[in-house]
């Protein structure tokens, strides 16, 4: 047989999980990525801004429902973020009707003002579980922090807004060790009174468990919250990312932020380490059968991109094994 005759191998499909569901876990969940706002606003190099307008473009393209564009904080704090007028004003050229829903980050009323001078409807405001974070990130207390977003909530409101409340350091603190569950629940409940729309419960330093997790959603529970106004926002520092969210799903929860090939952490925490991957996530929910609505390739091909202009190899597990040769910041 002449090499011309031989048969031409079949392409190897891209490997995927076997679905396999687990009765009582949600059918659908949705997630919330924030890797444009939590994962470049700690990275290193600062990113142009075509380029985060371009990454915030493509990861709707891959079919995430929520993507987190920026933060409206001084740029003095943030200087990775300084750009969130003209990022935002792009993606309106852009994408219109589609980015004036984009979620920002507003930490007080003068980022308020700036997203609403641009006509966005969907704000979040970002508060502590503790009393060290709650001074070295917002320089308030812990009891002091509510009377600085009760304006911004209400405001927001009033306009018509929709307004996501953060909880950072609700599994441990670095400075102050393990955060007490009823001290958790009661920060959260002071947010939802304020009346943002969902709580967000960060494990801003990537310490929590799954039997942690089950016990502070079924603290929220008690307290009359259901795990229907709840998100979980896991870091993934020592590796629990995924577990803790196997433990939210079984809890109930159907809302989960995840970053992007794993960017980001926190510029005010130092061992808080990249947030929880959205490939990885999408990769542990199509192997239990849970929609998302996700296209992995889109995501990994986005993420490995991304890399690429960050100058470093993808820290996600999913997008070193899918990304195709040289993709991913790795030469």
């Known amino acids: 047989m002449t090499a011309a005759q031989k048969p031409v191998p079949k392409p190897v499909p891209r490997p995927l999980p076997m679905p396999v569901g687990e009765p009582g ?17 700690n ?66 009323e003068k980022g308020l003002d700036r997203a609403l001078a641009l006509g966005l409807r969907h704000v979040a405001v970002f508060g502590s ?10 320089n308030r207390g812990l009891a002091e922090q509510w009377a600085m977003f009760a304006p911004v909530v209400g405001r927001a409101r009033d306009a018509g807004v929709a307004v996501r409340g953060y909880l950072s350091m609700c599994f441990g603190d670095p400075w ?21 729309d969902e709580l967000s419960l960060g494990d801003t330093i990537g310490v929590g468990t799954p039997g942690h997790v089950s016990a502070l959603v079924r603290a929220f529970q008690r307290a009359g919250v259901g795990p229907e106004r709840l998100a979980l926002h896991f870091h993934d520092t020592y590796g629990q990312g995924l577990a803790n969210v196997l433990a939210g799903l079984r809890a109930g929860v159907t809302t989960f932020d995840a970053s992007a090939g794993g960017l980001g952490g926190c510029p005010y925490a130092a061992s808080a380490t990249g947030n929880l991957a959205t490939e990885d ?28 202009h960050l100058g470093r190899p993808s820290p996600s597990a999913v997008v070193r094994a899918l990304a195709a040769p040289g993709e991913g910041g790795d030469g």
Request: no cysteine.
């Open 43 to 108: 990275e290193a190099t600062v990113v142009p801004t075509p380029v985060k307008a371009a990454f915030v473009s493509r990861l709707l393209d891959a079919g995430l429902p929520v993507v987190e564009a920026t933060s409206f904080v001084h740029p003095r704090w943030v200087p990775q973020l300084a750009d969130a007028e003209a990022l935002m004003t792009d993606l309106l050229a852009e994408l219109q009707e589609e980015a004036v829903g984009l979620p920002v980050l507003v930490p007080n």
């Open 176 to 196: 102050e060790g393990p955060v007490p569950v009823d001290q958790v629940v009661s920060a959260g409940l002071r947010l939802l009174e304020l009346g943002v």
């Open 129 to 138: 579980a503790t009393e060290t974070f709650a001074r070295r990130n917002l």
């Open 281 to 308: 996530l999408v990769w542990m929910l199509t192997g239990l059968g849970i929609e998302h609505g996700v296209d992995l390739d889109r995501l990994v091909a986005t993420s490995a991109w991304m890399a690429g």
């Open 25 to 41: 876990l949600p059918r659908a969940v949705r997630i919330w990525e924030v890797g444009p706002r939590d994962g470049l606003q």
